[in-house]
């Protein structure tokens, strides 16, 4: 099973609007990485949190971290259409050595 | 820095018969990471090389196989095709290998189209 469960499915905004992504996982991880894929493409990585970072901000992008509750969220601010894309949250388990992905986001962003 | 190139794009091919696809990392990266994407499993970790070798390997059957040459080029095969293997499957690069620690940013190629007919 996925290790990594993103919330929504789905979402839907106009631009300019800020667009929040949810994580969920299982176990104990040690980084939490978040990545956008457009239209079947391949994977652009977005921002790494480590287990011990509660925060961090790359541009527009804001991700949080909540170990106690093992979930994450991505934060996009004043969105434009480019941000049109999927986007996966992956966890490296504690004890584990591979990537593993969630289900993915749908963001669509109007004009 | 070039990126991640991942050859064929695309590939046509029909049940039982067996393909391979290549990845070329990016330069000064030594580790190598396959994933397979579908719409109902999503991206699905398949194996990863350092050095030539097989460090890790995900859930699949011994159809799928690859390799990793000293210039740090990959190539993965799947043999005896089926109609469940069509999918996208994802070569990625990274720095260091993955430790039993922490998985280093990967750096992912545009993929590989594979249908099965």
């Known amino acids: 099973s996925q290790q990594g469960e993103e919330d929504p499915q789905a979402l839907s905004i106009q631009e300019g609007e800020n667009a929040t992504m949810n994580c969920s996982y299982k176990t104990s991880i040690n980084n939490l990485q978040w990545y956008r894929q457009n239209s079947g493409r391949g994977l652009v990585h977005l921002i790494l949190?480590?287990?011990?970072?509660r925060e961090k901000h790359s541009g527009r992008l804001r991700v949080t971290l909540d170990t106690s509750k093992k979930s994450s969220s991505l934060l996009i601010t004043a969105s434009r259409a480019a941000d049109t894309a999927s986007y996966f949250c992956a966890t490296d388990r504690a004890g584990y050595s591979t990537l593993t992905f969630g289900k993915g986001t749908m963001l669509l962003v109007s004009p | 820095k070039a990126g991640v190139t991942q050859t064929p794009r695309y590939l046509i091919k029909t049940r039982g018969q067996q393909v391979t696809l290549s990845c070329s990392p990016i330069?000064?990266?030594?580790?190598v990471s396959w994933y397979q994407q579908t719409p109902g499993q999503g991206l699905q970790f398949l194996f990863e090389y350092f050095s030539e070798t097989q460090r890790n390997k995900g859930n699949f059957p011994g159809r799928f196989s690859g390799r990793q040459f000293s210039n740090s080029r990959s190539e993965m095969n799947v043999s005896t095709l089926e109609l469940g293997d069509s999918a996208l499957y994802l070569c990625a690069s990274s720095l260091v290998p993955t430790s039993g620690g922490a998985v280093d940013t990967q750096y992912f190629g545009p993929g590989t189209r594979l249908t099965v007919l």
């Open positions: 330069s000064g990266h030594r580790s």
């Open positions: 949190i480590r287990s011990n970072e």
